[in-house]
């Protein structure tokens, strides 16, 4: 890919009615002009190799307790360009998008017709107010496997940190960003942390959700990682509520119909994210689990762990319990695990990542077995189907890519892991990008004893990044050391080396 030349259209690009004047896309401004409606940024997703998704959502005072965003209930006209150069000399895709109330303003255009394996430039218009731009890239044709540098991340709880990590993950200019999980967080404000949520409340409403995803897309961090590469989300829990299962709550407080409650966190949560309108919710469903190609190099499988889980054994939490080997217990319901051992099985790429929320690999607490009921321990004949298809296919080149822990981990995946015998995959962990606050660089919770497969653990805040060829990718867990303060600098602190044809993680 080419390397991305560092601007400030990442933080502001270009905006006002005489910046637009220059440009073409400038117009007068209606009788009923709004303020400036782009105050949440604007994101690209969803890559293929003809073209992605471009994101934005009007929103002049997003922080209304209606959560509308201050937006008329009128239609209105978005006009959009997407170019070859960050400066919109050569553009080459126009058009209008009319939003709407009803889905909060929100704008996505999913592009088709471009080239594969190109940067692309993108923005927006209305009112005579004109949008940041973004930069967005093309997958790589099938056939073809260029190099990919890759960030994931997971769980930026907005009260417990500032989003530093998010801007030095801006300022890797990535081919693409993927996010696990635990994008917003749902609970009520709490006065003694770093910033206060809105609303203080915990959230269960429509307005309510539209409002906590609006507070986050305002942070100037999280707007520069959006700007600079497409993304591939998930969720994970905290997006609806806390260790929710399917429709099985994880509480009963905040009271109220958990069904409705599932469906108004899911509408917002599409409505602020760069997806394809095949992930449009209907009502309290909404099918996130896609798989994405990235040339001949990769497929992605993109996972949902919550939506079709069964209820947590043995009540949740961390302890011994037989019922979570029960073969008829799923994480992933039926149809999604028969989706990916097929999608397994095709080997469309040299590697398969599957990207997704909970902790993959046996992770023992105590020499009693204690394992985490809300992870894949929790429901380990599923997990040993999954593996077993990619191990009897051959597929050498499996990285799972999971979050939700708070810290970083590295772990070879074992066709047995009471006997240890024999590496068939690898699993990635990436951090939080707050949550849990700063952290401790000391802490050394990792027990080589209970689990010799698991060979990384740290305890900071940041993210992954991996550069990917067809015969390695190199590893670097990154992170920074107080997300308490503010725009602390990022740094190595673990990598490794997994090769495609020799699962597991090598010593660079």
Avoid at 170 to 178: K, R, S, Y
Avoid at 438 to 460: E, I, M, Q, R
Wanted: net charge neutral.
């Amino acid at each position: 890919m080419t390397t991305l030349r560092r601007r400030t259209f990442i933080v502001g690009g270009l905006a006002g009615a005489s910046a637009a004047a220059s440009i073409g896309l400038a117009s007068s401004a209606p009788a009923n002009a709004i303020s400036y409606p782009f105050t949440l940024g604007v994101a690209s997703g969803e890559p293929a190799a003809d073209g992605f998704v471009i994101w934005t959502r009007l929103a002049p005072n997003p922080l209304n307790a209606d959560g509308l965003g201050g937006m008329p209930n009128t239609n209105t006209a978005v006009d959009w360009q997407v170019a070859t150069d960050e400066r919109f000399t050569a553009i080459v895709r126009t058009g209008t998008f009319t939003t709407t109330q009803a889905s909060a303003h929100s704008v996505h255009v999913t592009l088709t017709g471009l080239e594969p394996g190109r940067e692309y430039w993108y923005r927006f218009r209305t009112g005579g107010h004109i949008s940041p731009a973004g930069r967005a890239l093309t997958a790589p044709a099938v056939g073809t496997q260029p190099e990919l540098t890759m960030l994931f991340a997971s769980c930026s709880h907005y009260e417990e940190g500032y989003f530093t990590a998010y801007r030095r993950m801006a300022e890797e200019h990535p081919d693409l960003i993927l996010h696990l999980g635990d994008y917003i967080y749902e609970g009520g404000a709490t006065t003694t942390k770093v910033r206060q949520f809105a609303p203080a409340t915990e959230i269960s409403t429509l307005a309510n959700y539209r409002v906590r995803h609006a507070q986050y897309k305002t942070d100037p961090d999280l707007q520069a990682a959006h700007a600079t590469a497409p993304w591939l989300v998930v969720w994970d829990d905290h997006e609806v509520e806390n260790n929710y299962a399917d429709l099985v709550r994880n509480d009963s407080s905040p009271a109220g119909d958990f069904t409705a409650r599932r469906a108004a966190a899911y509408k917002a949560y599409y409505e602020h994210m760069p997806l394809r309108s095949a992930q449009a919710p209907t009502a309290e469903n909404m099918l996130l689990h896609r798989r994405v190609r990235w040339g001949s190099l990769a497929t992605f499988h993109m996972l949902d762990t919550r939506q079709y889980r069964n209820d947590q054994a043995c009540g949740d939490g961390t302890k011994v319990c037989p019922a979570a080997d029960d073969p008829a217990r799923s994480l992933t319901g039926t149809s999604q695990e028969t989706w990916l051992i097929d999608g397994l099985r095709q080997k469309l790429g040299t590697w398969d990542f599957l990207g997704q929320q909970v902790f993959f690999a046996q992770r023992l607490a105590a020499a009693d077995g204690s394992k985490s009921m809300d992870s894949w321990d929790g429901y380990t004949a599923n997990r040993t189907r999954i593996q077993n298809a990619w191990d009897t296919n051959g597929n050498k080149g499996t990285v799972v890519l999971t979050g939700d822990v708070h810290r970083s981990w590295g772990a070879n995946l074992m066709q047995n892991y009471g006997t240890q015998n024999r590496i068939i995959g690898t699993e990635l962990v990436t951090t939080s990008i707050t949550s849990g606050g700063d952290g401790n660089a000391a802490d050394n919770s990792l027990n080589p004893t209970l689990n010799p497969h698991v060979k990384y653990f740290k305890n900071l805040r940041g993210y992954v990044k991996t550069r990917t060829t067809s015969a390695e990718m190199r590893v670097d867990f990154r992170a920074v050391d107080k997300v308490t303060v503010r725009d602390y600098p990022v740094k190595t602190v673990g990598s490794y080396v997994v090769e495609s044809t020799n699962p597991g993680l090598q010593a660079p």
